[in-house]
Structures are given as C-alpha cells and as structure tokens.
T-cell receptor, first 111, second 114 residues
Framework: RKEVEQDPGPFNVPEGATVAFNCTYS??????FFWYRQDCRKEPKLLMS???SGNEDGRFTAQLNRASQYISLLIRDSKLSDSATYLC????????????FGKGTTLSVSS | GAGVSQTPSNKVTEKGKYVELRCDPI?????LYWYRQSLGQGPEFLIY????????DSGLPNDRFFAVRPEGSVSTLKIQRTERGDSAVYLC????????????FGPGTRLTVL
C-alpha cells in the first residue's frame, strides 16, 4: 500500500465550479500535512498546510481527519488558472523530515 | 530573493555514464533535500542534509547514487553507471532549518538516459 494515495483524475470542470480532492495516508504517526500545486514541467509549490481544525485561504479550504487518516482540499469558484496537478503531501517521522508525496490529482478547468 | 537553483536544467547521457547534478539552495537554508520524480508520479525522497552531513539517505535507491554538500551550501547528486530507469526529474529543495516544514523546490534537472 502506498503511503499517500490520491485519485489521479483528471477532474475536468467548468469555470466557477466547486471541486474537491481527497487523499488518504497510511502512517498514523505522520505529523504534518500539506497540499502542493505543480504546473506542467514545473516544480511543486506549497499551496497550503493542513490542520485538524481546518483552514481556509481564499477559495481554497483544506481539512484533516486524523482518525480516518484523510485529507481534503476544496476549491470554490474554479478559475482557468487553477488548472494544475495537486499533490497531497505528508511529513513522515519515519523518514526524518522528508516529504512523502501522493501521485497527484490533475485538475483541468475550462471556459 | 533568489530561490533554489539547479543545473543543468536538462541532461542527456548514455547508459553507463556518470553524471553530476548541482543544487544551490536558498542562501542561509541549512536543510537541503533531493527528490526524484518519474513521469506520472509524485516526487520521491532520496536524501537530506543538515549542514554538511547527510542526516537521512534512506531514499537512495542503490549505491550508484551518492550526494555531497561539503561546505553546507551547494550540493551535488552523483549517479554512477547510469541506467535507463534513472531517467526522471531530480528536484532539490531547501528549508531554513530541519524543523521547518516548508520546503522550497528548485526547477529540477531533467535527466534522460539513452
């Protein structure tokens, strides 16, 4: 079983749609959680950290459920510029501070 | 300020050759990480440095891979006797300290082994 699992998609949505991505992780000792965004042939960039209390940054809302080992990302009012791959990332204590990435979920927003 | 830089941006080599990939972290960042990203996959951890020492090299796939950071700044990832399966994007990231979660990634080196 992969440490971090995501539905690879692609998710094809029209502008203005709300879309949700889910992710599960296997290591219950994981301490830190993130969503990274990666554009085609570019490096990953931190989108937001994920906290148990849930956190929101503009149109983006992230949620963590430690009991279910489940992470989510909600994007409201999708823009064309949101088209990218979204990587679910866990910081695994077993590998020091190495980040453990999911395969990514591809989002395509069309006009 | 300047971000993480990596050179070369692209490297094409033949099977069996030796390659070196360079990473310049953000100035002052003590922690440096190497990851490898194959097509359609997320990045996979290779090794990380705290200062000059390799604190965790558990992700290196085999002894053909080696990395150094002799002065605690620039790092070089070295691959001996390259194989076609080594073809991937090699990403470097840095963070201010090991205890800082946020890692800043460089643009990567795309390695193609023919």
């Amino acid at each position: 079983r992969k440490e971090v699992e995501q539905d690879p998609g692609p998710f094809n949505v029209p502008e203005g749609a709300t879309v949700a991505f889910n992710c599960t992780y296997s290591n219950s000792a994981s301490q830190s959680f993130f969503w990274y965004r990666q554009d085609c042939r570019k490096e990953p960039k931190l989108l937001m950290s994920v906290y148990s209390s849930g956190n929101e940054d503009g149109r983006f809302t992230a949620q963590l459920n430690r009991a279910s080992q489940y992470i989510s990302l909600l994007i409201r009012d999708s823009k064309l510029s949101d088209s990218a791959t979204y990587l679910c990332v866990v910081c695994s204590n077993q590998a020091g501070t190495a980040l453990i990435f999911g395969k990514g979920t591809t989002l395509s927003v069309s006009s | 300020g300047a971000g993480v830089s990596q050179t070369p941006s692209n490297k094409v080599t033949e099977k069996g050759k030796y390659v070196e990939l360079r990473c310049d972290p953000i100035s002052g960042h003590t922690a440096l990480y190497w990851y490898r990203q194959s097509l359609g996959q997320g990045p996979e951890f290779l090794i990380y440095f705290q200062g000059t020492g390799a604190a965790d090299d558990s992700g290196l796939p085999n002894d053909r891979f080696f990395a150094v950071r002799p002065e605690g700044s620039v790092s070089t990832l070295k691959i001996q006797r390259t194989e076609r399966g080594d073809s991937a994007v090699y990403l470097c990231a840095s963070s201010p300290t090991v205890s800082t979660d946020t890692q800043y990634f460089g643009p990567g080196t795309r390695l193609t082994v023919l």
